[in-house]
């Protein structure tokens, strides 16, 4: 059974095609500047290297019609025919509170989506556009959604609800949702098994480190909290955006700069995490890091603050749990970035946490980096959302 996995994002379309007999990606890629001069499709197919296709994709049916055309293309090409799709899963940002498990797609699973685009305007409706565009291409072929939002919507009341008047959640859904859920739901459940904990009750906490960032604590595989909320903003420091922020603050830069709430969101979201932390250096690690080895102050102390909200929260999700076996480090930074790991654990000697720094040292596979004594494991389990997404697809066709 082959699995098209398909992330569509505003501008862009990320595809892995898997072979789900052995869980081996086929072929992968990425469509840029969808909709914008410029549009460009790199595709990378097993032992066929990798082909760049320049051509108009002013939306997502053409982006995908391009997809279509690569991968039976008969060079860079992994299938025959399209007919060799059994199914596409879609990565889906939010359904609100309407569902939290992953669905095949139909006009109702659409429905709610699109109803959805004020809770996920960024991404519902490149999603939307994505399924619409599959439909199109394979007519009969099922589509699958999978929710961003499942694992969260796994937490229980009195982390998911803000401290507002009931009315806002009643009328409105407004609730903590969390985000990356596909990846806290795999990589928590992969701990488990790595780290030989057990399965019901093994405490889990996974700090998804990216240029989006994210912490999640679960007993089991099964959500107790997760630092995003009602949307990405919510939680860590990250590449472009504040993390937790006292809502005051956007009032007050309103009324200094005379600059709309929508703006100032926008700033929280775009220009702020390391970015704006450290002067505008760069939303990515390595080159603020640079900085910060070359003795710039703002760069060591948006590195530090980093360093410092992830501990933090590992504390209080430590707590929540009355207690934690495995702290597991996962995507972009989580995976590649040694001196991040290190000291961000360095804050845990109260937890036991003992670090063997030549394991830390080595990347690319799972990987335990706490030495045998350390009274809580800490590991690095790279993530992977589209096997994710593929084998949920798998179990509901
Ligand atoms: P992701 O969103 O998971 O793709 O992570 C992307 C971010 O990971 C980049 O913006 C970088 O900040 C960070 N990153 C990727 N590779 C490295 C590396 N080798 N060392 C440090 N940070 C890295």
């Known amino acids: 059974m082959k699995i098209l996995v398909i992330n569509c994002g505003s501008s862009s379309l990320k595809y892995q095609l898997i072979d789900m007999t052995n869980e081996g990606v086929l072929a992968k890629g990425l469509c840029e500047r969808i909709g914008i001069p410029g549009s460009k499709l790199v595709h990378k197919a097993e032992g066929k290297g990798e082909k760049t296709i320049e051509e108009d994709m002013s939306n997502h ?59 996920g305007p960024l991404h519902n409706p490149a999603n939307l556009m994505g399924i619409e565009a599959c439909e199109a291409a394979m007519p009969g072929v099922p589509n699958v959604a999978v929710f961003d939002t499942a694992f969260g919507m796994g937490m229980p009341e009195k982390a998911a609800l803000y401290a507002i008047p009931t009315e806002y959640f009643e009328k409105y859904s407004i609730r903590r949702y969390g985000f990356h859920g596909t990846s806290h739901s795999y990589v928590s459940k992969e701990t488990l098994k790595f780290c030989g ?130 702290i597991v480090f996962t995507a972009g930074v989580g995976e590649n970035d040694k001196p991040i790991r290190s000291e961000i654990c360095s804050y845990l000697g109260y937890l036991g946490v003992a670090i063997d720094e030549e394991a830390n040292s080595k990347r690319g596979f799972d990987n335990m980096i706490s030495k045998p004594e350390s009274k809580v494991k800490v590991c690095v389990i790279p993530t992977n959302e589209e096997l994710a997404i593929a084998r949920e697809t798998k179990a509901l066709v």
């Open 61 to 119: 049916t053409i982006a995908i019609e391009h997809v279509m055309n690569v991968l039976v293309d008969p060079e860079f090409g992994v299938i025959k025919d399209t007919s060799e799709i059994s199914a596409v899963g879609h990565r889906v940002l939010h359904a609100g509170t309407i569902y939290s498990d992953s669905i095949i797609v139909t006009e109702d699973v659409k429905k709610v989506v699109r109803d959805c685009f004020d809770l």
């Open 197 to 326: 904990l057990d399965e019901k009750n093994g405490k889990v906490i996974v700090c998804h480190l990216g240029n989006g960032a994210s912490i999640s604590a679960s007993i089991g595989g099964k959500c107790v909290d997760t630092s995003m909320g009602l949307t990405p903003l919510e939680g860590l420091i990250m590449g472009t955006r504040s993390g937790d922020i006292d809502p005051a603050v956007v009032q007050f830069i309103c009324d200094k700069e005379g600059k709309t709430v929508t703006e100032v969101i926008d700033i929280l979201n775009k220009k702020s995490g390391i970015l704006g932390m450290s002067g505008g250096i760069s939303s990515d690690f390595r080159d603020v890091q640079k900085a910060q080895a070359e003795g710039n102050h703002l760069a060591d102390t948006a590195i530090k603050a980093y360093i410092y909200r992830v501990a933090k929260y590992i504390g209080s999700y430590t707590a929540a749990m009355n207690g934690v076996d495995a």
